[in-house]
Nanobody, 122 residues
Framework: QVQLVESGGGLVQAGGSLRLSCVASGRTLTSYTRAWFRQAPGKEREFVTAISWGGTTTYADSVKGRFTISRDNAKNTVYLQMNSLKPEDTAVYYC????????????????WGQGTQVTVSS
């Protein structure tokens, strides 16, 4: 059984940075697309960014130039470096894994973490 566990969330002031991590266990996900989604209070969960097994990336327009996704296949881990954070980035951030190359829709993702809270104060 695959488990994804996120860490690194917290409270940060606007303009600050955070780095999220997501470790997978139970199965090697080297060939899977890894992604981050987020859900703000009262809103639907939305796509943030994804990275293919080969390192190709895609980002939501709202985070382009500020967020960077990366992966370490040897550690079965994906990271999300978030810079220049804004109050509107406040959300629960979820990592996910999909067998569909560079998928951006939730239904393409087979595995999900439990989420980590990111709060950006103004």
């Amino acid at each position: 059984q695959v488990q994804l566990v996120e860490s690194g969330g917290g409270l940060v002031q606007a303009g600050g940075s955070l780095r999220l991590s997501c470790v997978a266990s139970g199965r090697t996900l080297t060939s899977y697309t890894r992604a981050w989604f987020r859900q703000a209070p009262g809103k639907e969960r939305e796509f943030v960014t994804a990275i293919s097994w080969g390192g190709t990336t895609t980002y939501a327009d709202s985070v382009k130039g500020r967020f960077t996704i990366s992966r370490d296949n040897a550690k079965n881990t994906v990271y999300l470096q978030m810079n220049s954070l804004k109050p509107e980035d406040t959300a629960v951030y979820y990592c996910a894994a999909s067998s569909v190359p560079l998928a951006t829709t939730q239904r393409a993702y087979n595995y999900w973490g439990q989420g980590t809270q990111v709060t950006v104060s103004s």
